[in-house]
């Protein structure tokens, strides 16, 4: 058994940087969502082309692959990053193209009327946003922000790769210092999964918040990811919350 | 700062070797993920609660744990008590493990989305529960799962590299070798770009056969 020392020194800690990481990265993925997620559905042509080619770019890379890069080869075209901050910038990057469609999605679907309203209340495009289409697509879009929050928590755990403590980096130093593989590894998925838990409850807890400010009432599911479909993949028609939505 | 083309060259007869490792594990798993993926979704259907119960908390547990985790439990914790398996072999068995319990998402969307005149019609014909399954139910399902399937098989594959961390010699696990030995870092933006190379055709040719297949 590992010894409470190491668990204090390097376990909780590393529980502490998971957490860390997943806020940094979640706050960065969230404006990146909004930006390029607003950007796509752009009058302009130009302004949507460069946002696809993000999206593109950044959905098509591994994340792994990605924060090696930042970590490795950035340095060498004169941009040194703390560890951390080449593991965070490259999760916020990749989750949030993946976020992107999902705003992208959310918006997409409120109903046409609610916008043509809004024309012909003379609101300008930035007020139809604020006060038309961003309250009605908000509901929408929390329950696929859970299942990419989660992607996202589970993704952390790459940070351990490029010498970030986080708890997947203690969980390994253990295993090269005790030897004592089983208990650890259990322990590291056991503490992934609560913190999966947590973040799907709080979600819960906003997505009632969302969508009874439109006054809706949120759907009954089961488990605690039972939509997927997070990461820009598309689910068969009638199961994607994002494209539905009701009316 | 400087990029060496020569580099890139010396790299390369080892970046096909990671590009096969890499398609091999790809394919392999992707070929557990269906198949195990359907046993899940089937399970999560049974009438008994001993069966139901088990397998929705085990595939939630797997969905809800990282991958990276789950390969260093398969790779150090498993061997104690069960087979030891060399790092590629682990590696494809926790890719498709870990994507089996998405892939049994899609199928359960996909049987759900199948009309329930179509189950009455099965009653109503007197079919036998297999045949119910195999000739009405599935025949149908299988055709709105394939475009979210190929997304997962893209996804599966930007995942791959994490094989690497285990020692298998994958696109990633090459590059970094290499990287490690001439003190370069060509072949991580090599391996980077050939990601996205070939994800993007990939995804665009998911999205053909979406528009084919769904309606």
Redesign the interface.
């Known amino acids: 058994m590992m010894s409470s020392e190491f668990f204090t020194t390097w376990f909780l800690p590393g529980i502490w940087v998971t957490v860390q990481v997943t806020v940094y990265a979640a706050a960065l993925g969230a404006a990146i969502s909004f930006g390029i997620g607003l950007a796509r559905g752009s009058r302009y042509w130009i302004v949507r082309f460069v946002a696809g080619i993000y999206f593109?770019?950044f959905?098509?890379?591994?994340?792994?692959?990605?924060m090696?890069?930042m970590f490795?080869?950035l340095p060498?075209?004169?941009w040194q990053l703390v560890p951390m901050w080449a593991g965070v910038s490259a999760l916020g990057l990749t989750y949030g193209a993946y976020g992107s469609e999902i705003v992208r999605g959310s918006l997409a679907a409120v109903s046409p009327a609610q916008k043509e309203a809004g024309v012909a209340l003379n609101f300008t495009r930035l007020q139809r946003l604020r006060l038309i289409e961003l309250p009605q697509a908000w509901p929408e879009m929390v329950p696929p922000f859970n299942n990419l929050l989660?992607e996202l928590?589970?993704?952390?755990?790459?940070v351990?790769?490029i010498t970030v403590a986080d708890m997947?980096f203690a969980?390994?130093l253990v295993?090269l210092g005790t030897n004592e593989?089983?208990p650890v590894?259990?322990l590291?998925?056991v503490l992934?999964?609560v913190l999966?838990?947590l973040i799907t409850r709080g979600m819960r807890l906003l997505e009632r918040r969302a969508k009874a400010g439109v006054g809706q009432r949120p759907e009954k599911t089961g488990?605690?990811?039972?939509?997927?479909?997070a990461?820009?993949?598309?689910?068969?028609?009638?199961?994607q919350s994002a494209a539905g939505g009701t009316a | 700062m400087s990029w060496d083309w020569n580099v890139v060259d010396d790299f390369m007869p080892r970046f096909w070797d990671g590009v096969l490792v890499t398609l091999q594990a790809l394919a392999v798993g992707t070929l557990i993920a269906f198949a195990l993926g359907l046993v899940w979704a089937l399970a999560q259907r049974s009438g008994r609660v001993w069966v139901r119960w088990p397998v929705v908390a085990v595939t939630e547990f797997i969905r809800n744990t990282p991958l990276l985790v789950q390969l260093f439990f398969l790779f150090y914790v498993v061997p104690n008590f069960g087979p030891s398996m060399s790092p590629l072999t682990t590696g494809i068995v926790g890719l498709g493990l870990h994507y089996s319990t998405y892939t049994a998402e899609v199928y359960r969307a996909g049987i759900d989305g199948v009309p329930a005149g179509q189950w009455e019609a099965a009653t109503a014909l007197s079919l036998s529960k297999g045949r119910t399954w195999r000739v009405v139910i599935l025949p149908q399902a299988i055709r709105r799962v394939v475009p979210p399937l190929g997304n997962y098989v893209i996804a599966m594959l930007k995942d791959s590299p994490m094989i690497a961390t285990i020692g298998a010699f994958d696109m990633l696990g090459e590059a970094q070798t290499f990287s490690n030995e001439t003190f370069t870092t060509e072949a991580l933006t090599v391996v980077g770009v050939a990601f996205i190379v070939i994800a993007y055709p990939a995804s665009l040719l998911i999205r053909a056969l979406e528009r084919r297949l769904v309606r």
């Open positions: 593109e770019v959905r098509g890379m591994s994340a792994l692959v990605l090696f890069w490795f080869a060498l075209f004169g989660i928590l589970k993704g952390t755990a790459l351990s790769v997947t969980g390994n295993r593989t089983t590894y259990t590291l998925l992934y999964f999966a838990f488990g605690s990811t039972r939509t997927s479909g990461r820009g993949e598309r689910l068969p028609a009638g199961s």
